[in-house]
């Protein structure tokens, strides 16, 4: 873990109530769990984790408001996607995506969130399973660890309650994008804007044991990796257009509530992009070109594939099949995939609309909410997307206000790095009116000058950002 740039205390300047006490980097004091809290930090999720662990770590007393286990006796204390009150569950895929830092962006930021000594990239190694160059985890163990990790913590203490407005003292806001209603209605009346939105899906988990191995098969898209860590059900040219045709055809739901609302890009279902033409999943998750049918040594018509999603292997959820079909269609449907015909699924895929507020408006450069600058956001209701994205903002959002906290002032990364790149879109990057959810892409990066091959550019663009990481971090 990377060493914290600033002093690390345990005190109560806020409150009085304990001395200061300067503390060499690793050593706590004997303190009561039953403490004041220099910081209140709203959402439990990736990014609410990742701000707290990096609070914690600075010597900062942190309160943790989660409302999923609060048992309120309205009963609003789970979100339509979660499925547990563990803290930093995925609720949606396993995958943090390529983990390659020399040339992917997400990969890149992998990097740089290790070299901070990230929380939730730690527990991710911990908990990894395979997934060939990408970093998946175990789910559950995942979720365990990151909650084992901050309920150890002396500087953190876990609430389990919902937070209807918002508090008045120092704070971050990392609900997500399904805050509670009369949060949101608090954030909605601050802002004065409303809140934009989109749609996210659920992607169906099946039990390995119900799927067909006689059929399908074990590989890596282009042997990329020693080990063969995708399960691929093939499909011939007649399969997979009766296939097409039934996604077409199946049963949905409707949210008429949520008419003319946008579907976020990386996240579409499956069934909306076989709206968009007959060879789109083609190109996509059904894509089979670097995968050799063992039963005929060619590349099938179209493939689906199965990541592990638990570290035993016993359930394998089904890339890229994000799905609004009703539940009974789902296992209609998707038991016509070669290999699946007796398919048991843990769990079904499902849809929810996601919200977040306009960041480039409403935010300043170290993610202060400029109308009340002791309240910070971070996470998915910024607007960025994606497990890592999110647990990125939350760890600089815990950096800015640590250094608030001690009195100082952090300056964002340089925007030539993954952290400062994404930094720079949700704070002002982007066109407000056009404000999307972003995955961390190059295209958020400065420009590499002149002309290179792509190849290169991209190995350019990690070289050039481990640099300007390495001069930010011995400056701060």
Not at 54 to 81: H, I, N, W
Not at 378 to 388: D, P
Not at 394 to 421: D, I
Request: charge should be negative; aromatic fraction near 8%.
């Amino acid at each position: 873990m990377a060493a914290w740039t600033g002093s690390r205390r345990n005190d109560a300047s806020a409150t009085g109530n304990f001395a200061t006490v300067v503390l060499p980097f690793g050593r706590w004091p004997a303190i009561s769990r039953i403490m004041t809290h220099d910081i209140h930090i709203i959402g439990g999720g990736l990014a609410g984790s990742e701000a707290a662990w990096q609070l914690a770590e600075a010597g900062f007393r942190v309160k943790l408001s989660e409302m999923r286990g609060s048992k309120s006796p309205d009963g609003g204390d789970m979100t339509p996607a979660h499925q547990t009150d563990g803290l930093a569950e995925l609720v949606c895929s396993n995958s943090f995506r390529s983990d390659d830092a020399d040339s992917n962006a997400v990969g890149l930021l992998h990097a740089e969130m290790r070299a901070m000594g990230s929380i939730i990239m730690a527990q991710g190694d911990i908990h990894k399973v395979p997934a060939g160059s990408a970093l998946a985890v175990d789910r559950d163990g995942f979720s365990a660890g990151v909650t084992a990790a901050l309920a150890a913590h002396p500087n953190v203490t876990i609430v389990r309650e919902r937070v209807d407005a918002l508090p008045d003292g120092p704070a971050i806001i990392a609900t997500g994008p399904l805050t509670a209603p009369l949060l949101a209605d608090s954030i909605g009346a601050e802002t004065g804007k409303d809140a934009l939105a989109f749609f996210d899906a659920i992607a169906p988990i099946v039990h390995h044991d119900s799927i067909d191995m006689s059929i399908a098969w074990m590989q890596s898209r282009w042997d990329k990796t020693e080990t063969k860590d995708y399960i691929n059900c093939p499909m011939d040219k007649e399969q997979y257009l009766a296939f097409h045709q039934a996604l077409l055809d199946g049963d949905k739901t409707v949210f008429k509530d949520w008419e003319d609302v946008p579907y976020f890009e990386g996240c579409m279902p499956v069934e909306v992009m076989a709206e968009r033409g007959l060879d789109t999943l083609r190109y996509g998750p059904m894509k089979p070109v670097g995968l050799d049918d063992p039963r005929t040594g060619r590349w099938p018509y179209a493939v689906v594939q199965l990541r592990q999603d638990n570290a035993t292997g016993t359930l394998w959820n089904i890339v890229g099949f994000q799905t609004k079909l009703k539940h009974a269609e789902q296992v209609r449907i998707f038991r016509t995939i070669p290999g699946l015909e007796n398919a048991e699924f843990a769990r079904l895929g499902g849809l929810h609309r996601n919200t977040f507020i306009r960041s480039p408006e409403l935010l300043d450069p170290t993610l202060r909410l400029k109308s009340r600058p002791h309240l910070r956001f971070a996470g998915q209701i910024t607007g960025c997307e994606g497990y890592v994205e999110s647990a990125a903002i939350g760890l600089m959002a815990g950096r800015f206000a640590a250094a608030e906290l001690a009195g100082t002032t952090l300056a964002p990364p340089p925007v030539e790095t993954a952290l400062g790149a994404l930094l720079g879109h949700i704070t002002g990057g982007a066109e407000v009116e056009t404000y999307q959810p972003m995955n961390i892409n190059f295209g958020l990066f400065p420009p590499i000058p002149g002309r290179t091959k792509k190849t290169d550019r991209k190995r350019m663009y990690t070289a050039r950002a481990r640099d300007a990481l390495a001069g930010w971090l011995s400056a701060a």
